[in-house]
Nanobody, 119 residues
Framework: QAQLVESGGGLVQAGGSLRLSCAAS????????MGWYRQAPGKQRDLVAA???????HYVDSVKGRFTISRDNAKNAVYLQMNSLKPEDTAVYYC?????????????WGQGTQVTVSS
């Protein structure tokens, strides 16, 4: 089994920046994709950004040019640099990883970290 631990959320004014971090630990043979999702009150959890093993990245249109996802394979970690934050970015942000601990890959989720952007 593996675990994901997140850090870096908080309260920031519109236009500000935050950096989220997520580290995977435990029984890990390989990590395929890692990414960040967010869930605002009353809404579903949606993908924000993802990065796969080869380094290819994907962003939802609303964060392109403002958010940057990066990965440190040696640390089994993924980061989300969030710049030019807007009130609509307010949500609980969840780290996700596709990890092979045994014979198959499984989805793992972090505990979530609150990001609040004030106007």
């Amino acid at each position: 089994q593996a675990q994901l631990v997140e850090s870096g959320g908080g309260l920031v004014q519109a236009g500000g920046s935050l950096r989220l971090s997520c580290a995977a630990s435990g029984s890990i043979f390989n990590i395929n994709a890692m990414g960040w999702y967010r869930q605002a009150p009353g809404k579903q959890r949606d993908l924000v950004a993802a990065i796969i093993n080869g380094g290819t990245t994907h962003y939802v249109d609303s964060v392109k040019g403002r958010f940057t996802i990066s990965r440190d394979n040696a640390k089994n970690a993924v980061y989300l640099q969030m710049n030019s934050l807007k009130p609509e970015d307010t949500a609980v942000y969840y780290c996700h990883a596709l990890i092979r601990s045994g014979s198959d890959y499984s989805d793992y989720w972090g505990q979530g970290t609150q990001v609040t952007v004030s106007s």
